[in-house]
């Protein structure tokens, strides 16, 4: 993939454009992870000014041209709460459909805190690198400390690093 020269750092993050015949486009990915966490940041950023008691639990990109952002606060979120916050994030409309919403029962585990907060609830956790064999490790959250997460599973008591942990949300129903 080339980084684009004209606008290397359009918007805060760079303009990647694929190589021709580099590899099958479906197999592309447009935004690398470093990307994502540095538009998280910056996301982060903006609704710490405007929306003090909004706190971001997951941007992400997805199909390429969408930028799904989940939000949470103390009282709740509501549909006006929501269209502040899509006012705040305008500036990448240029870039992306932008879709802001509540975490919903599958809320997204993205913090230490997140993982305290839910001990006793059921979580599924996707990881970087598969451990015995499982990418993916699914039980109840029993402990919470601020480098690692313990689940006890189908497969027994696991102690997961938060850098091992790709994503993770609530499991709903529970």
Known sequence: MLVSNDSFW???FPVVVPEVGARPLFLLSFLTEETVSALQRQIEELLAKAEPEVELLLAEVVSRSTLRVFIDHPDGVTLGLCERVSGVLNEYRDRYALEV???GQDRPLTKPQHF????GRHARVRLREARGGHRSVTGELVGASDHDVTIAGADGVETIPYDQIFRSNLVPGD
Not at 116 to 119: D, I, P, T, V
Request: net charge positive.
């Open 10 to 12: 359009r918007r805060g």
């Open 101 to 103: 919403s509540s975490p």
């Open 116 to 119: 305290s907060r839910f001990l």
